[in-house]
């Protein structure tokens, strides 16, 4: 029985209900920890890398999240620890290495040893955005303005504003949001996403965090868009309308002049964008 998915390029993930991890589809670059192929230089695997996956195939075990960047993929198991592979050009996996000489990867997704007491993670431009056990957040790989040093090959902790935090997010473009004990949201990178007044969108970025709202338990970030949750189980939407915000707006060059409520009285439980989970 499946309980979670996630898909990259032409590939897909998909976890059981007691925690078994597959894969299927293009494994591009190993990217779905399926390769036979090793870490072998670019001439060796450039006409095999494309090798198709028909069916889901196991992976590994233990698995409560896999998430995805480009051709890099990282898997948290009930343990706490953070396992990768895939694309290694900028250190996003972890490895206390970059690889963008020759373009190296690992068979299959191996152990970041170093750490092991994760509970959460989220996908970033190039990295991967992390959150430990006392409300740590860490990064790897390359975030541009929207969390520190522009490159870090291994996970390396990101001075936030107000520590602990409780919830991590970041999207594929540059930004990047975490939610304080107290509920407080805060935002950098391309604040554009979180609603009108906190800044300008993109090339011009938010270098420090910043207080973008209060009584968030939740939020996901795509591109310059974002939906949040808030305590009282209510959606709100901001930044650049998209089709999947269910806001009835399929696009616009002009972002949301105010938070928009998804709905009127549903209580949501559960939501990703283009499908939301409603209690009533």
């Known amino acids: ?57 196991y992976v590994t075990s233990n698995v409560i999240k896999v998430v995805t960047i480009n051709s890099s993929t990282a898997i948290l198991k009930n343990d706490g620890t953070i396992w990768t592979c895939g694309l290694n050009g900028t250190g996003e996996l972890g490895y206390n290495v970059t690889e963008n000489n020759d373009y190296t990867y690992p068979s299959f997704a191996q152990e970041v040893t170093y750490k092991n007491n994760w509970i959460d993670i989220m996908p970033g431009k190039q990295g991967f955005l992390a959150l430990n056990t006392i409300g740590q957040v860490y990064y790897t790989g390359y975030f541009y303005s929207n969390a520190g040093s522009p490159i870090a090959t291994i996970f390396t902790q990101i001075d936030i504003a107000n520590p602990p935090a409780n919830t991590i997010s970041s999207a594929t473009s540059t930004t990047a949001a975490y939610i304080d004990s107290s509920y407080n949201l805060y935002g950098v990178g391309s604040s554009v996403a979180f609603g009108p007044g906190y800044g300008p969108w993109f090339p011009t970025y938010q270098t420090t965090w910043t207080s973008v709202g209060n009584t968030a338990v939740d939020i996901q970030i795509v591109g310059l868009s974002s939906i949040r949750k808030n305590n009282s189980n209510e959606l709100y939407a901001a930044g650049y309308p998209r089709a999947d915000m269910g806001i009835g707006i399929s696009g616009s060059s002009t972002p949301l002049a105010s938070l928009t409520k998804i709905g009127t009285t549903q209580t949501w439980q559960q939501y990703s964008y283009g499908w939301y989970i409603s209690s009533t």
């Open 1 to 57: 029985i499946w309980c979670a998915m996630a898909g990259i390029n032409e590939g897909a993930f998909a976890i059981t209900t007691n925690g078994d991890l597959y894969s299927w589809g293009y494994n591009y670059n190993a990217t779905l920890g399926q390769s036979a192929l090793g870490r072998t230089l670019l001439a060796t695997w450039q006409s095999t890398y494309r090798a198709n996956i028909t069916i889901p195939t």
